[in-house]
């Protein structure tokens, strides 16, 4: 499985396969001596594609998908043969990437063959073997500890420069864990041509469904069914677009053995979810360890929230983030009291242990799976293992429990009121989630089956920076005082992330002077201090004094001043000549606030303020005002994100907003020599 339930929300790392693949590339090749080049004599189906026309494409294709071949040979229920081909031209220095032939295995799978070979433009047939490639264990998350029995077989071909084709074939046998397979035939670069076939025992069949992609009719012959694509488009990667996985064309193709679907196997998310089920049997069951210390954090609680409130927080912060991904581990969670007894676990381990925690005190909870970038799965996305990543609790809140706190639920028909909690994520206090999870897609686990479910989005006013400023203009044009920021939400939580283990007073002030040199030439930071780092139920809050040289601007006797002094909300990702493809996403509803009053210097009153800006649009507003009153300059905006996901049609009006808010950034207060 590409994806295993094994995400650190500590670091939120991308999921695309290309990221995999990149990092774990950037370790090779800081490891590897490479292969001495040896000549050899290409297979035929290589030497087919040295003239073959390439598809249209831009200066900026890094290489060519000449050629992909799949072929699935399923045996049994519980063992698949695989054959690939896959042919590249180089176009671009940066396609060298794609003279990497990379193929993962563990010990329910083995790679049987591997093989390489480059076609210069010029020159003899390089070729490289079984015995060239290195073995490599998957990269550590950032943050975490990952202990994995998937490895990566890696075969660097030599000579993978521009003009040049590369290409390799290897052939794996897999005892399965799911009767499913998917072909990720879209990637980053043009596709010429691509094929997948799939082999059934007699009396099989299998069933295809297409994301993002329009359906191709397979050809069928007796048991074995063959796709075939040509000429497919790349996904050039726009700023603060969807994830790959969410955006690029699959196929997921589910088979089922004569007789109905095997217990390894389904099609829709409610067999899905009795698949996961069905993995999960007994893991909840509480040790009377774990029902001593449920007594032992709950009994001074006088409430039932209260309660919830003590067993989340240990979850959160005495469980530490451990992932033992062996063999079907990578899906199934450890028992709660293994989590427990040795105090590590990843995603899925510790909602297990935080499940059975709250069964003890008669609260029930329900497994929530889902893919940490959201957009990775939509409500077209077929039921399938390899889109998700990450595991949550769903809770059903008991009768009686409500509480203005407990923002993140759902009304489930049948279940009740439902509170999401990741108690992977130790710096989101209970009763909320993060901008991860909002509004994003994730398969619930309840009884009678799966069901695929939207999280809630919770309001902007819960995440953001209110930021208020008392300063003062001296008239050599120095400005200087005392700022206050407060931050909730997920705007906390990335500077407690950043801040958690500072031991350094350099360290802590960083993220102040990012702030302040974003927006002023020259600083002097003159004292910091730093409240609730760590109580993450309370606002972060930074209180800093700072002073600026030459700040106001002289324009014969006239100062100009701008009134807007920290902090940029302008974003220029679109500016571009190139029309916008996909959506775009922002990180969570937000709102921010600044207020900066400037006291002027004696002797000068106001001759031109700028005029209020307001850009409404149904994604998000944006309002500021200037003012001038008893000697002082007094500016106030507001920043709120309303939706997540705006359309690439409205990409346009999500440029006006931003060039308006540039705008503002950039206007003066006119200061004359008062009369």
């Known amino acids: 499985m590409n994806n295993r339930l094994c995400c650190n929300q500590a670091q939120l790392p991308p999921v695309s396969s290309r990221w995999r693949w990149a990092v ?18 290409a297979p035929e189906w ?26 699935v040979n399923v045996i049994s229920a519980d063992k698949v043969k695989e054959q690939v081909r896959v042919a590249y031209k180089i176009l671009r220095p940066s396609g060298r990437e794609y003279g990497y032939a990379a193929v993962s295995f563990n010990p329910h799978k083995k790679v049987t063959r591997l093989h390489g070979w480059c076609i210069p433009a010029q020159g003899n047939v390089y070729e490289v073997k079984d015995k060239d490639a290195m073995e ?4 550590e998350i950032d943050g975490s500890e990952l202990i994995s ?47 997948y076939s799939l082999q059934l025992p007699s009396g099989w069949e299998c069933r295809s469904l297409w994301l993002n992609y329009s359906e191709v009719k397979a050809t069928q012959n007796g048991n074995q069914w ?10 050039r990667k726009e700023e603060e677009m969807p994830p790959i996985a969410g955006v690029a064309g699959q196929m997921v193709v589910s088979f089922f053995p004569s007789g109905g679907a095997a217990i390894n196997g389904f099609s829709n998310w409610q067999q899905m979810g009795n698949w996961y089920l069905n993995l999960t049997n007994g893991r909840r069951d509480a040790s009377p360890e774990i029902k001593q210390i ?25 469980i530490r983030y451990v992932a033992i991904e062996l063999g079907v581990g990578g899906w199934q969670p450890h028992g709660a009291s293994e989590v427990f007894v040795h105090r590590y676990g990843d995603c899925k381990d510790k909602a297990t242990l935080l499940a059975a925690m709250l069964y003890e005190i008669s609260v029930e909870s329900y497994y929530l799976i889902i893919n940490a970038e959201r957009g990775a799965v939509t409500p077209d996305t077929p039921a399938h293992v390899s889109g998700f990543n990450h595991a949550i609790l769903a809770i059903k809140l008991p009768d009686g429990v409500n509480d203005p706190s407990l923002v993140a639920t759902m009304q489930d028909p049948k279940l009740g009121k439902l509170l999401f909690f990741d108690p992977t994520n130790d710096l989101t206090p209970f009763g909320q989630i993060g901008g991860y999870l909002q509004g994003n897609y994730g398969l619930l686990v309840k009884p009678g089956g799966g069901e695929l479910v939207r999280l809630p989005e919770q309001l902007p006013a819960m995440n953001g920076v209110q930021r208020t400023a008392k300063l003062a203009l001296d008239p050599s044009g120095t400005l200087k005082g005392d700022v206050m920021e407060v931050r909730i939400g997920d705007r906390a939580r990335s500077q407690r992330r950043a801040l958690r283990n500072t031991t350094k007073d350099t360290d802590m002030v960083k993220p102040i002077e990012k702030l302040l040199a974003d927006s002023l030439p020259t600083f002097q930071l003159i004292n910091v201090n730093v409240s609730n780092l760590h109580q993450n139920d309370q606002p972060f809050v930074l209180n800093f004094s700072f002073a600026t040289q030459h700040y106001a601007k002289n324009a014969g006797d006239l100062l100009l001043v701008r009134p807007r002094v ?7 990702f679109l500016e571009t000549n190139e029309a916008r493809k996909f959506a775009i996403e922002f990180s969570a509803p937000t709102l921010d606030t600044d207020i900066f009053e400037i006291a002027v210097p004696p002797g000068y009153e106001v001759e031109e303020l700028p005029d209020p800006v307001n850009a409404e649009y149904s994604f998000a507003d944006y309002h500021s005002k200037t003012e001038f009153a008893g000697g002082v300059i007094r500016y106030t905006r507001t920043y709120e994100i309303k939706e997540l996901s705006v359309p690439a049609s409205q990409a346009n009006e999500v440029r006006k907003f931003y060039r308006t808010i540039a705008g503002d950034e950039r206007n003066m207060v006119v200061l004359k020599p008062s009369k």
């Not at 920290?566 to 220029?572: E, F, I, L």
């Open 226 to 235: 063959q796709w075939t694509l040509s000429d497919v488009k790349a996904i």
């Open 149 to 195: 029995d998937v490895k990566v077989k890696v075969l660097q071909i030599p000579a993978s420069d521009p003009g040049n084709i590369v290409g390799y074939e290897y052939e794996t046998e897999e005892q399965l864990l799911v009767l499913q397979e998917s072909w990720d035939f879209q990637s980053e670069v043009p596709a010429r041509e691509s094929r």
């Open 46 to 71: 290589m030497r087919a594609l040295v003239n073959t026309p390439l598809p249209v494409h831009d200066d900026k294709t890094e290489a060519i998908l000449l050629y992909s071949e799949t072929n």
């Open 24 to 41: 774990l590339l950037a370790v090779i090749m800081c490891l590897w001596c490479v292969p001495p080049m040896a000549a050899g004599d």
């Open 294 to 318: 449920v007594t032992t954090l709950t009994a001074a609680k006088p409430t039932t929230l209260e309660k919830m409130r003590a067993l989340a927080q240990f979850a959160q912060n005495n």
């Open 566 to 572: 920290m902090g940029t909300k302008t974003m220029g």
């Open 136 to 139: 490599i264990s998957l990269p």
